[in-house]
């Protein structure tokens, strides 16, 4: 059974550019969840989609937004680029969502920002 | 709100030695509580949880602890050996349906 894959690994952007990330999940499952990782900030969550409609977002600026197709697959772009968008971004799918079970993480895209 | 302290944020340990990572919840209504293990260059995994209806659970050489009166669980892993080395994170439900995570602690078990 393939795992969550995400696309691209590592990419460099500067200031004001926009950028989207895509992952496919695990086959079956209808949620996937973003995260963005930063050193000593840990996980931060970004959103929920599950089944196509957003279930849960977080705490970041309108410029982070995702959808989910009706495959499962998701995308997040961030529009208008700032240095400290710099991070390793983890998209997690799951049967329900990670609240009552298991997310299962891609290896991650890593944005730097110049 | 919504948060999740983890403490230690590095633990050093030698080969054999136990290794103890702490977390406190705010969120009252949270009922599960997963571990997840980062090794570098990977996603975060699984490595065990716990649900509110139960205190303890053990996995071999790893176990977790809850206590819902303080809002606090544990990690605890007996007999570390190097590939126990990684980055640990803790979290926690909410109410409101999303999975929040601890900062994260950095074990170095050096053999």
């Known amino acids: 059974k393939a795992g969550v894959t995400q696309t691209p690994r590592y990419l460099i952007k500067t200031r004001g550019q926009q950028v989207t990330l895509s992952c496919s999940p695990i086959s079956g499952h209808r949620s996937v969840s973003w995260y963005q990782q930063t050193p000593g900030q840990g996980l931060q969550f970004l959103f929920e989609y599950f089944s196509e409609t957003q279930r ?4 970041f ?19 208008t680029l700032e240095l400290g968008d710099s991070a390793l971004y983890l998209c997690a799918s799951s049967s329900e969502g990670g609240h009552t079970g298991e997310l299962f993480f891609g290896e991650g895209s890593r944005l730097t920002v110049l | 709100g919504e948060n999740v302290e983890q403490h230690p944020s590095t633990l050093s ?40 209806n139960v205190g303890e659970k053990k996995d071999q050489r790893i176990a977790v602890t ?17 590939e126990d080395s990684a980055v640990y994170f803790c979290a926690a439900s909410s109410n409101t349906g999303k999975l929040i995570f601890g900062q994260g602690t950095t074990l170095q078990v050096k053999p």
């Open chain 1, 61 to 79: 600026p309108g410029r982070f937004s995702g959808r989910q197709f009706s495959n499962s697959r998701s995308e997040m772009n961030v529009s």
């Open chain 2, 13 to 52: 340990v030698q080969e054999g030695d136990s290794a103890v990572i702490k977390c406190t919840y705010s969120d009252s209504a949270s009922n599960y509580f997963p571990w997840y293990k980062q090794e570098l260059g990977k996603g975060p995994q699984l490595i065990i949880d716990i649900r509110s």
């Open chain 2, 66 to 82: 809850l206590n819902k009166t303080a809002k606090h669980f544990s990690l605890h892993i007996t007999e570390t050996q190097p």
């Open chain 1, 56 to 59: 849960n977002k977080g705490n």
